[in-house]
């Protein structure tokens, strides 16, 4: 089994910064592909940012500049710094990994979930 958990959302003023991290773990060979979704209520899910396992980088053109996605492939961790908030980035954001399990089967993995607010 893969479990991916996300951390570190929570309130945030507009133009305030705030981090949130995403880990896999379970029965992983590798970690390929990780990123981040959001949902903002009444809206579909959209891609805010992706990176592979090299390091190449993908980001919505909403975040451009202000957000930067990062991982650590020791910890099959990925995170996502966002700067410059403001109320259009409320969402509940999910983050995802492409995995090859231990058994080499190849999936995606979601997490539960982390709730970012932007208000004064």
């Known amino acids: 089994q893969v479990q991916v958990v996300e951390s570190g959302g929570g309130l945030v003023q507009p133009g305030g910064s705030l981090r949130v991290s995403c880990a896999a773990s379970?029965?992983?060979?590798?970690?390929?592909?990780m990123g981040w979704y959001r949902q903002a209520p009444g809206k579909q899910r959209e891609l805010v940012a992706s990176?592979?396992?090299?390091?190449?980088?993908n980001y919505a053109d909403s975040v451009k500049g202000r957000f930067t996605i990062a991982r650590d492939n020791a910890k099959n961790t990925v995170y996502l710094q966002m700067n410059a908030l403001n109320p259009e980035d409320t969402a509940d954001y999910y983050c995802?990994?492409?995995?090859?399990?231990?058994?080499?089967?190849?999936?995606?993995?979601w997490g539960q979930g982390t709730q970012v607010t932007v208000s004064s």
């Open positions: 995802y990994a492409a995995v090859i399990t231990q058994r080499f089967a190849n999936d995606v993995y």
């Open positions: 379970g029965s992983i060979f590798r970690v390929n592909d």
């Open positions: 990176i592979t396992r090299g390091g190449i980088t």
